[in-house]
T-cell receptor, first 114, second 114 residues
Framework: SAVISQKPSRDICQRGTSLTIQCQVD?????MFWYRQQPGQSLTLIAT?????????ESGFVIDKFPISRPNLTFSTLTVSNMSPEDSSIYLC???????????FGQGTRLTVV | DQQVKQNSPSLSVQEGRISILNCDYT??????FLWYKKYPAEGPTFLIS?????DKNEDGRFTVFLNKSAKHLSLHIVPSQPGDSAVYFC?????????????FGKGTHLIIQP
C-alpha cells in the first residue's frame, strides 16, 4: 500500500482567499485523485491528475476554482480558489494501488471557510 | 443523483454479534465494488473489495456479498468488535477498480456497543 501525506491537515480561511493543499506519496504513481467530502455527504471525485498533462475534472468542478498541479510522479497540489463557506469540506488525495483495484487515501484536509 | 446509496446513516450492534451494512447501486456499468472504513480525522482505509464476476469475497471477519440482479451488496462483520466502530463507505468503479476514480455512498456510522 502507498503512504500518502497531506498538508495541511486542517485550516480555517477567510472567504475570498485561496488555499493550496499538498499531497506527497512515498512511491511513484501514474494517477492521483482529488476528492471532496462535504458535511454529511459522500466523497465526490473532483479531478484526476496525471503527471505531465492537465488534470481531468469531473462534472461540476472547473479548473479556475480548483487548479491542480502535478509536477512529478510523487507529488500533487490542489488549490481551492476564491473560497466561500460552501467550500468548507474535507479534501482528500488518493492514489490507485499497484494492482489497479483498490485506492488509498491521505488523511484529508479539513477546510473551514469563515 | 446518487449512484451508490447507503440508506442507513447509522447502525448500532452489540459486541460479538454480526454487523451487516448494506449498499445499493443504480449504474449497471459498475464492475468493481469496495468497502472503506473511516475513523474521525483520518482518511478512508481500504477494507475489502469484490469484482462483479463474483458473488462473495471473504477476508477474516469481513465478508462482502454481491447480488448483481438486485444491484445490492452487503458487508458482514462477524464477530463485531469495539474497534469496528467507524464510518463505512461503499464505493464502486466502472473500470475494474480504483484506477479511474470511485463513486462513493454517503456512509454508515457503525457503533459497536459493549
Amino acid at each position: 500500500s502507498a503512504v500518502i501525506s497531506q498538508k495541511p491537515s486542517r485550516d480555517i480561511c477567510q472567504r475570498g482567499t485561496s488555499l493550496t493543499i499538498q499531497c506527497q506519496v512515498d512511491s511513484q504513481v501514474t494517477m492521483m485523485f482529488w476528492y471532496r467530502q462535504q458535511p454529511g455527504q459522500s466523497l465526490t471525485l473532483i479531478a484526476t491528475a496525471n503527471q505531465g498533462s492537465e488534470a481531468t475534472y469531473e462534472s461540476g468542478f472547473v479548473i479556475d476554482k480548483f487548479p491542480i498541479s502535478r509536477p512529478n510522479l510523487t507529488f500533487s497540489t490542489l488549490t481551492v480558489s476564491n473560497m466561500s463557506p460552501e467550500d468548507s469540506s474535507i479534501y482528500l488525495c488518493s492514489v490507485a494501488g499497484t494492482g489497479g483495484t483498490e485506492a488509498f487515501f491521505g488523511q484529508g484536509t479539513r477546510l473551514t471557510v469563515v | 443523483d446518487q449512484q451508490v446509496k447507503q440508506n442507513s446513516p447509522s447502525l448500532s450492534v452489540q459486541e460479538g454479534r454480526i454487523s451487516i451494512l448494506n449498499c445499493d447501486y443504480t449504474n449497471s456499468m459498475f464492475d468493481y465494488f469496495l468497502w472503506y472504513k473511516k475513523y474521525p480525522a483520518e482518511g478512508p482505509t481500504f477494507l475489502i473489495s469484490i469484482s462483479s464476476i463474483k458473488d462473495k469475497n471473504e477476508d477474516g471477519r469481513f465478508t462482502v456479498f454481491l447480488n448483481k440482479s438486485a444491484k445490492h451488496l452487503s458487508l458482514h462483520i462477524v464477530p463485531s468488535q469495539p474497534g469496528d466502530s467507524a464510518v463505512y463507505f461503499c464505493a464502486a468503479s466502472s473500470s475494474g477498480g480504483g484506477a479511474d476514480g470511485l463513486t462513493f455512498g454517503k456512509g454508515t456510522h457503525l457503533i459497536i456497543q459493549p
